[in-house]
């Protein structure tokens, strides 16, 4: 927790411009967001209602002055999305009580993008992780996991990014994307301390799952998702930072996120 306030601390005077000269090598970085745009264009679950954005008043007013405002309606679970523990896991978190701690934090990144590239039915494995570790030493507890499959440079390319472009019911059964295998989620549970995990396809389940089961794992010890992020192939495989603030629906099952990864000057 205190390693945890400390980054937030950095990170916050390197906002502000007050670091000092001598420390200054420390606050070097680049910000990547890893946000796609809503718009209409932006990809949600076949059932669920897309994006729609309407210009409420745009021009000069009777008064003289220029003046824009406009109002959308979306689903929760859409676009760059987190998805919150109540979304799959009875009496837990709903968006609005998820703890800030959870949802900023050091930076793990998992690239499976050469596997599932070659199969759109992938699950992302314990052996994945155990691989990643090897060379980068164990996941560190609170660690926030980002899971590179490669697919979000079909966005928003529906057919490519999820496997088909049908909307409504019977197109849930034709989708195709990587996901995350319950085994490797209940080992994340059980052997790792996670604070959130999040890759760059609609689901943390993959395509084809019935039962969500990464989903339930993941939500009944309070693990938040991440879904549908960008720009993961940006990110280094770990010493990174990431920011992940969702609209804070009282609640909420989940809900539209802004999450960004500061990536220091390596040494």
Same mark, same amino acid.
């Given at each position: 927790?205190?390693?945890?306030?400390?980054? #937030?601390?950095?990170?916050?005077?390197?906002?502000?411009?007050?670091?000092?000269?001598?420390?200054?090598?420390?606050?070097?970085?680049? %910000? /990547? &967001?890893?946000?796609?745009?809503?718009?209409?264009?932006?990809?949600? %679950?076949?059932?669920?209602?897309?994006?729609?954005?309407? #210009?409420?008043?745009?021009?000069?007013?009777?008064?003289?002055?220029?003046?824009?405002?406009?109002?959308?309606?979306?689903?929760?679970?859409?676009? *760059? =999305?987190?998805?919150?523990? /109540? =979304?799959?896991?009875?009496?837990? @978190? =709903?968006?609005?009580?998820?703890?800030?701690?959870?949802?900023?934090?050091?930076?793990?990144?998992? &690239?499976?993008?050469?596997?599932?590239?070659?199969?759109?039915? +992938?699950?992302?494995?314990?052996?994945?992780?155990?691989?990643?570790?090897?060379? =980068?030493?164990?996941?560190?507890?609170?660690?926030?996991?980002?899971?590179?499959?490669?697919?979000?440079?079909? %966005?928003?390319?529906?057919?490519? +990014?999820?496997?088909?472009?049908?909307?409504? @019911?019977?197109?849930?059964?034709?989708?195709?994307?990587?996901?995350?295998?319950?085994?490797?989620?209940? %080992?994340?549970?059980?052997?790792?301390?996670?604070?959130?995990?999040?890759? &760059? *396809?609609?689901?943390? &389940?993959?395509? @084809?799952?019935?039962?969500?089961?990464?989903?339930?794992?993941?939500?009944?010890?309070?693990?938040?998702?991440?879904?549908?992020?960008?720009?993961?192939?940006?990110?280094?495989?770990?010493?990174?930072?990431?920011?992940?603030?969702?609209?804070? /629906?009282?609640?909420?099952?989940?809900?539209?996120?802004?999450?960004?990864?500061?990536?220091?000057?390596?040494?």
């Amino acid at each position: 927790m205190k390693s945890r306030l400390y980054i #937030t601390i950095v990170i916050l005077i390197f906002l502000i411009g007050c670091a000092p000269d001598k420390n200054k090598n420390l606050f070097e970085g680049k %910000w /990547i &967001d890893l946000t796609h745009e809503f718009s209409e264009e932006t990809i949600y %679950w076949p059932t669920a209602e897309t994006f729609k954005f309407d #210009t409420v008043f745009a021009g000069i007013t009777d008064s003289g002055f220029y003046y824009t405002a406009f109002q959308y309606c979306s689903a929760e679970h859409g676009g *760059t =999305h987190l998805d919150a523990p /109540i =979304h799959f896991a009875e009496n837990r @978190q =709903h968006v609005n009580e998820i703890p800030i701690e959870r949802l900023i934090g050091k930076l793990a990144v998992v &690239d499976v993008s050469d596997k599932a590239l070659k199969n759109r039915d +992938y699950l992302v494995s314990i052996d994945d992780f155990e691989k990643w570790e090897r060379i =980068h030493g164990k996941l560190e507890d609170e660690i926030i996991i980002l899971i590179n499959t490669g697919y979000a440079k079909f %966005w928003p390319d529906r057919e490519a +990014y999820m496997g088909t472009a049908e909307l409504g @019911q019977q197109a849930v059964a034709k989708l195709h994307f990587p996901g995350l295998d319950p085994k490797a989620a209940e %080992w994340l549970v059980k052997e790792r301390n996670i604070s959130a995990i999040g890759l &760059d *396809t609609p689901s943390i &389940d993959y395509g @084809q799952s019935t039962l969500f089961e990464a989903h339930q794992i993941l939500f009944e010890q309070n693990i938040p998702a991440f879904e549908n992020v960008a720009r993961i192939n940006e990110l280094p495989s770990k010493g990174a930072y990431v920011f992940a603030l969702p609209m804070k /629906i009282k609640g909420g099952s989940g809900g539209p996120l802004r999450i960004v990864a500061f990536v220091p000057v390596s040494d």
